[in-house]
């Protein structure tokens, strides 16, 4: 307990000692309230849970995730407590829109890599696991194939998806689909990009261009993301057009 009550009183002095010292000092004390609000997340996730979010809300406590892009979150899914809503209100005055603009620059979570795929398939080469898969005529989509060669373990993935695109209306956003599977590294490094294992999908690529703000709305990338999907917006350099199986 004493050594607890120690850092937090020289918590503050040694930040601004500290800046004295610093080579780069622009944005520093941004980059470190940062940290602090990703330590902030990780510590009181019980609390920050408990209070500020309703159950089946988007849980509090991933470690570089900051507390505003938590808020951002359940602010779109309406999942904010009252008390949650005011602290969104709160950040909100103090930088206009914080909350949300915060949830863009995340990375959300660690995506499926090519090496762990590599491991469970063997080389791409192979096309183990791979079938062509008939969509079934409830799904048909006009701009998507009748038959997607895919992953046999991404079929439950498209059914949940194209589910939610045609319940929600969503379905009108998607304008060209632009592929699945083809044996090919990520954009711009040595990565095997999960496209090899047929474990990913583009769509609307022409207006979705690498590293170009989203062109897809908010509850379109939702029907993929509540289907077991990850998406390119998260990435550092964003590639919005892309989807890929969030677990394999
Ligand atoms: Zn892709």
């Known amino acids: 307990m004493i050594l607890l009550v120690v850092a937090w009183i020289l918590f503050f002095p040694v930040s601004l000692l500290n800046y004295f010292f610093l080579k780069n000092k622009k944005g520093a004390f941004r980059r470190t309230a940062r940290r602090i609000d990703c330590f902030a997340n ?9 209070i500020l979010i309703k159950a089946g809300g988007y849980q509090f406590g991933r470690r570089k995730e900051t507390l505003s892009s938590v808020l951002g979150k359940n602010g779109r899914t309406n999942t904010l407590t009252i008390y949650g809503k005011r602290v969104y209100w709160i950040l909100d005055k103090l930088e206009r829109n914080h909350c949300e603009s915060s949830i863009n620059n995340n990375l959300k979570k660690k995506m499926v890599t090519g090496i762990q795929c590599l491991k469970k398939y063997g080389t791409p080469e192979l096309e183990k696991n791979m079938t062509l898969w008939e969509v079934p005529k409830e799904l048909e989509i006009a701009v998507v194939p009748k ?29 060209t689909w632009d592929g699945c599977f083809a044996i090919r590294k990520v954009e711009g490094s040595e990565n095997i990009s999960l496209h090899s294992f047929g ?15 989203s062109t897809l709305s908010p509850e379109f990338v939702k029907c993929f993301t ?16 892309h989807f890929q199986i969030s677990k394999i």
């Open 42 to 50: 990780k510590e009181f996730k019980p609390l920050w849970n408990h």
């Open 226 to 241: 509540d289907a077991g999907w990850d998406w390119g917006g998260w990435l550092r350099v964003k590639d919005c057009s």
């Open 147 to 175: 038959k997607i060669y895919c992953n046999k373990d991404l079929i439950p993935h498209l059914v949940v998806a194209f589910t939610n695109l045609i319940s929600t209306g969503r379905v009108k956003e998607l304008r």
């Open 199 to 213: 474990l990913a999908i583009d769509v609307n690529s022409a207006w979705n261009l690498l590293g170009q703000p």
